[in-house]
């Protein structure tokens, strides 16, 4: 009898270790999936901060306003601002990075197939494509609509457009140029706020066409007169072509405005700043940006007193310009719609500065003065964004 409750006793005993022993293996078990699972969202989080960083460093270097006015952008949507300017000065380095006009189409396509994998959720290992990919994550969990593909491949497309840096024919064309690439990156900052908005829009057209117009202007003296071969593996924004890469001067004023002008492109190669008749075509395509910043302005104010534009939108009803409805449309007015969005129009206030420091050298485009920072940006810029006035 004592024999077998000792037996009954050793079975239990057994039974229990044997259950234990499976309650701490479970425990361990669960415990390293918890594990594993931190350590993919830290590393997670570590790729996304070094895409983030990586972006920012390319603005500090080549786009020092979009740098600065990153502040104005609401913190939600910062990370989408940043992925999308940091695509536009890597798809806009292209052209100053390849020898020959085929390799810059494989590199347009490489754009357009990153852009088209992160769109669709499996974004590659590429520092713009990683932070791009984080920012439609968080817009989506917002209740935003995803990114416009369009707006991504209308700047690509542009671009290649003019990879071997030929003259635009005529002002307008200058002018279609500007609002397929500034204009873009604006209504895809937009879309990110998520915002989207016909009267907005229209003013964001005017400030990109005017922003865009500004910087072909502001690269010309790089274009007429490339930095020599880079020999020492500097990076390419400190100056200099790629090692074994050469160019030839090219001048990118409208081919209408120089006949107007009287000023040749070989003058312009060959005399820089002292051509006949360049500082009359600088002017005349200065004005036409002036002019774009003024309407922006005039319609701003419209809109701010309750009006209207002023004028119909002249690309509403175009391919990826899509709006709701009206009749759907939530009881929100234009006004507030423009307040909402104004942080992503301050490039205006950028803009507008240079145009007015080339006006103080006399339509010089190659005086040194237009290519020092705007120490003034900061400041003049949080005055506008503070009275909402550009």
């Known amino acids: 009898m004592y024999s077998a409750r000792s037996s009954i006793r050793l079975r239990t005993a057994r039974a229990a270790r044997s259950s234990s022993s499976s309650s701490i293996s479970s425990s361990n078990s669960i415990g390293g999936g918890n594990s594993s699972s931190s350590s993919t969202r830290r590393s997670a989080a570590v790729e996304v901060q070094a895409a983030r960083n990586y972006c920012l460093n390319l603005l ?42 085929t390799v ?13 994998h992160t769109l669709r959720g499996s974004p590659p290992k590429e520092p713009v494509a990683v932070l791009l990919a984080h920012a439609l994550g968080a817009l989506e969990a917002r209740g935003g609509r995803r990114l416009s593909r ?31 690439t500034y204009s873009a990156l604006l209504y895809l900052t937009l879309s990110a706020l998520p915002l989207s908005s016909i009267a907005t829009d229209h003013i964001a057209s005017h400030i990109g066409k005017a922003t865009g117009i500004a910087a072909v202007l502001r690269g010309l003296p790089l274009l007429a007169f490339p930095p020599p071969p880079n020999h020492h593996n500097n990076p390419i924004g400190l100056g200099g072509m790629p090692a074994g890469v050469s160019r030839r001067g090219a001048v990118t004023l409208p081919l209408d405005i120089m006949a107007e002008a009287e000023v040749r492109d070989e003058d312009i190669l060959r005399l820089g700043s002292e051509a006949p008749g360049l500082r009359d075509a600088v002017f005349a395509v200065a004005t036409r940006a002036n002019d774009h910043l003024i309407t922006a302005r005039e319609m701003l104010k419209n809109i701010q007193a309750g009006g209207d534009a002023g004028h119909d939108f002249e690309h509403q009803g175009e391919a990826d310009y899509e709006y709701p409805d009206p009749d759907q449309a939530k009881d929100v007015t234009a006004e507030q719609e423009v307040a909402r969005g104004f942080g992503v129009l301050m490039p205006a206030v950028a803009t507008k500065l240079w145009l007015e420091r080339l006006e103080r050298v006399g339509f010089d485009i190659f005086s040194p003065q237009l290519r020092k920072r705007e120490w003034r940006l900061p400041w003049k810029s949080y005055w506008a964004f503070r009275r909402r006035m550009f």
């Open 150 to 180: 369009g707006w991504f491949f209308r700047v690509i497309a542009a671009r290649e457009q003019y990879l071997g840096n030929p003259p635009y024919p005529n002002l307008a064309a200058l002018e279609t140029y500007a609002e397929n």
């Open 60 to 101: 500090r270097t080549f786009d020092s306003p979009s740098y600065v006015l990153q502040t104005f952008i609401p913190p939600s949507a910062r990370d989408a601002y940043l992925a999308i300017r940091a695509f536009n000065i890597d798809v806009a380095r292209v052209a100053d990075s390849v020898s020959n006009p």
């Open 104 to 116: 810059g189409a494989m590199r347009m396509q490489f754009w357009r197939d990153n852009i088209g």
